[in-house]
């Protein structure tokens, strides 16, 4: 069974703070993406890593796929109230169609103004 | 991107009837599309995979006679919560799969069983 380790798990910060969100397996990843989900919605894709030490970034959000494809982290820089919602990562084992993903538990941020 | 809705966004029902919930693929087609089940400030759980035109493949766990999957065209899917029970209250999203493996979720639908 493919877990996604996500941390931490809830995050409260204030305006204009750096965070960091990390996504953690023992499995290899064809492909992990990041959605983000505000309540009462469904997730919104947010970047999708295929390539082991790829980085993406997304105006402040930098995201980056670990070199053996196991593990992924998103950066916020200098957070906004905006930027508040449920973060997933999930990971795709195979490149190929109809491939589930593997979701994370999910990181909850609040950004206090 | 590309958009996928749900229909209803809400539904209350009461127990023991049945709810039908849609969930369309506007602007492409979807071969296969994927249905989850989420718990308040959980994250999203697997139910099955949804094939155009063949059988469901439901998670282990998932009752396929319950939780009624059917993709009838390249731009729908349906689930039918039958015999429906307040544990059944949810909120169940959609998501169709674009540029493999990359999925774009609907907009969900809160089941409410009283």
């Known amino acids: 069974t493919q877990l996604l380790e996500q941390s931490p798990q809830f995050l409260s910060i204030q305006e204009g703070e750096n965070l960091t969100v990390y996504c953690n397996s023992s499995?290899?990843?064809?492909?992990l993406q990041w959605y983000r989900q505000e309540p009462g919605e469904g997730p919104v894709l947010l970047v999708t890593?295929?390539?082991?030490?790829e980085v993406k970034k997304l105006k402040r959000l930098t995201f980056q796929f670990g070199d053996a494809r196991k593990d992924s982290s998103l950066h916020i820089t200098a957070a906004q109230p905006g930027d508040t919602g449920l973060y997933l990562c999930?990971?795709?084992?195979?490149?190929?169609?109809?491939?589930?993903?593997?979701f994370g538990k999910g990181t909850r941020l609040s950004v206090i103004a | 991107g590309a958009v996928v809705s749900q229909h209803p966004s809400r539904v209350i029902c009461k127990s023991g009837t049945s709810v039908k919930i849609e969930c369309r693929s506007l602007?492409?087609?979807?071969?296969?599309m994927f249905w989850y089940r989420q718990f308040p400030k959980k994250s999203l759980m697997l139910m099955a995979t949804?094939?155009?035109?063949?059988?469901?493949?439901?998670e282990q766990g998932v009752e396929k006679d319950k939780f009624l999957i059917n993709h009838a065209s390249l731009t729908l899917s349906t689930l039918t919560v039958t015999s429906a029970h307040p544990e059944d209250s949810s909120f169940y999203i959609c998501?169709?799969?674009?540029?493999?493996?990359?999925?774009?979720f609907g907009p969900g639908t809160r089941l409410t069983v009283t």
């Open positions: 998501s169709a799969e674009v540029l493999t493996p990359e999925q774009y």
């Open positions: 499995s290899v990843f064809s492909s």
């Open positions: 890593v295929v390539t082991g030490g």
């Open positions: 999930a990971g795709a084992i195979r490149l190929s169609g109809n491939t589930p993903l593997v």
């Open positions: 602007d492409f087609q979807a071969t296969t």
């Open positions: 949804s094939n155009e035109g063949s059988k469901a493949t439901y």
